[in-house]
């Protein structure tokens, strides 16, 4: 393993003054975490010096890999030339020539791109958008938001409000008056007696039924990952996304693209929405990827049209009243630009399209294991489902064995982001097939010897 640094011999029992995301205040005391202490290629070590494959990729990020020696020397290059710059009073080379590189990239007429600090801002600036183009355009009634059941949007008030897992909601407050959920597209959920066809045609026709009660006057835009990521790596049915793109057109109901994901080549493509789906959004929300979680950097982009309406109909300044301290943060923005050199220079995209099919077939040959009801994968994301008695499914039960399964495999070897009853695999696109095949090695034994566990 090259680039991986020795990492010392100790063990944290517990993170008792350290409130993680998620986590249960009440377990604070209690709570056993794994700590990280160093990284190289798909690889992390823990403070044990166990050395584990990076599964989940950090959170769906670490695309180009741990260790990237470019991105290193890019983001110490940039400090010592320029650490900070106020993005509100000043501009700053290196954040203009990203929003130049990144606008030649994008789909259709997405050439206005605003940054932000990661996913969840990017979001938020995007909804945000849409409230301030409708204001603009004059009619401020039109602001409910279409999300659905087990979309992740993000963490701010705003983006936790438009997520649709639902367990996830208990004790915190959430907007409800204006945001609304359509059932989950996932074809594995529809009735015994349905096609995926007509699963895909119903899931359609909740959009435009959702859109026709509220009155489309009402309603200011729909919301969708591509592929539902945290909600569990739901592959919605062919033609699904292309089609609710078609009905908010008719609607005049914005379409926002959340590529948090998706974009910087999970799917293959540096954005999915056009290249994999044949969709052009109104607005597309990425992050994670852009930098490889090297540093956080979020990016909103948005289409001229929107802006060209609001000047039209605009005889007075129209101010976006929006930004953060560290929007287009220059040192974030060199290792944007050094992860961007690497995957034109490692043809990482090409990679990806060509070693996907490999991870689909070795990730499904799961199936024969009693517990796995379902697999999916697109791209270079993938979830194992696991249901300990298929047909009647005890989510917390089923929860608990993905857990199990986790632990497991970080004794193998393998870390597992497991989410709900399915374990999520999202690993850096550098992959080789080798390691593909470790990898679904471990996860086989991992969930075999959890399947042998008692409860
Ligand atoms: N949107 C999607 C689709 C996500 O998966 C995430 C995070 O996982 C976010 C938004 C929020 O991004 P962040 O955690 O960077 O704020």
């Given at each position: 393993m090259s680039g991986v640094v020795q990492a010392a011999d100790e063990t944290w029992k517990t993170d008792d003054h350290f409130l993680h995301p998620w986590q249960d205040v009440t377990a604070m005391d209690r709570d056993e975490w794994t700590h990280l202490e160093a990284s190289g290629g798909i690889y992390v070590r823990d403070s044990k010096g166990n050395q584990l494959i990076d599964g989940p990729g950090g959170m769906w990020c670490v695309n180009v890999g741990h260790g990237r020696e470019e991105i290193v020397e890019a983001v110490a290059g940039q400090m010592r030339k320029l650490s900070y710059f106020s993005p509100w009073s000043m501009a700053s080379t290196a954040s203009s020539e990203l929003a130049q590189r990144l606008t030649a990239m994008?789909?259709?007429?997405?050439?206005?791109?605003?940054?932000?600090?990661?996913?969840?801002?990017a979001v938020d600036s995007a909804l945000r958008f849409v409230f301030f183009y409708n204001n603009c355009l004059g009619r401020p009634e039109k602001k409910h938001i279409i999300s659905r059941v087990n979309a992740y949007h993000g963490s701010t008030y705003l983006t936790a409000s438009c997520s649709g897992k639902m367990r996830e909601k208990a004790q915190m407050d959430m907007i409800e008056d204006t945001i609304h959920f359509l059932p989950c597209p996932k074809p594995k959920d529809r009735a015994a007696d349905m096609s995926?066809?007509?699963?895909c045609d119903e899931k359609v026709a909740d959009l435009e039924n959702k859109i026709l009660e509220l009155g489309?006057?009402?309603?200011?835009?729909?919301?969708?990952?591509?592929?539902?990521?945290?909600?569990?790596?739901?592959?919605?049915?062919?033609g699904y996304y292309k089609r609710c793109h078609e009905i908010c057109k008719k609607h005049d109901v914005l379409f926002i693209a959340d590529e948090v994901v998706t974009a910087f080549g999970r799917l293959g493509y540096y954005f999915a929405s056009e290249d994999?789906?044949?969709?052009?959004?109104?607005?597309?929300?990425?992050?994670?990827?852009?930098?490889?979680?090297?540093?956080?950097?979020?990016?909103?982009?948005?289409?001229?049209?929107?802006?060209e309406e609001?000047?039209?109909?605009?005889?007075?300044?129209?101010?976006?009243?929006?930004?953060?301290?560290?929007?287009?943060?220059?040192?974030?923005?060199?290792?944007?630009?050094?992860?961007?050199?690497?995957?034109?220079?490692?043809?990482?995209?090409?990679?990806?399209?060509?070693?996907?099919?490999?991870?689909?077939?070795?990730?499904?040959?799961?199936?024969?294991?009693?517990?796995?009801?379902?697999?999916?994968?697109?791209?270079?994301?993938?979830?194992?489902?696991?249901?300990?008695?298929?047909?009647?499914?005890?989510?917390?039960?089923d929860t608990g064995f993905t857990a199990k399964v986790d632990a497991i495999c970080q004794e193998l070897g393998l870390l597992v982001r497991p989410t709900y009853n399915a374990c999520v695999m999202s690993p850096p696109l550098t992959i080789t097939k080798a390691e593909i095949d470790d990898l679904v090695a471990k996860l086989r034994e991992g969930i075999t010897r959890a399947m042998q566990i008692e409860d």
């Open positions: 994008t789909p259709g007429d997405l050439n206005t791109v605003f940054f932000t600090t990661g996913g969840s801002t995926v066809e007509a699963f489309a006057d009402k309603v200011a835009a729909f919301i969708a990952e591509p592929v539902l990521a945290s909600g569990g790596v739901i592959i919605p049915p062919e994999v789906f044949g969709v052009t959004p109104d607005l597309l929300t990425t992050a994670k990827g852009l930098t490889s979680g090297y540093l956080p950097l979020g990016a909103l982009f948005i289409s001229d049209r929107l802006i609001i000047k039209s109909v605009s005889n007075e300044p129209r101010s976006f009243f929006s930004g953060f301290t560290y929007s287009g943060h220059p040192v974030s923005v060199a290792a944007a630009q050094a992860n961007l050199d690497i995957f034109e220079n490692d043809k990482l995209l090409e990679h990806v399209r060509e070693i996907s099919p490999y991870f689909a077939n070795a990730l499904k040959s799961l199936s024969d294991l009693p517990v796995v009801t379902d697999v999916r994968v697109q791209g270079m994301m993938a979830a194992v489902e696991c249901e300990l008695d298929a047909g009647t499914p005890d989510e917390n039960r």
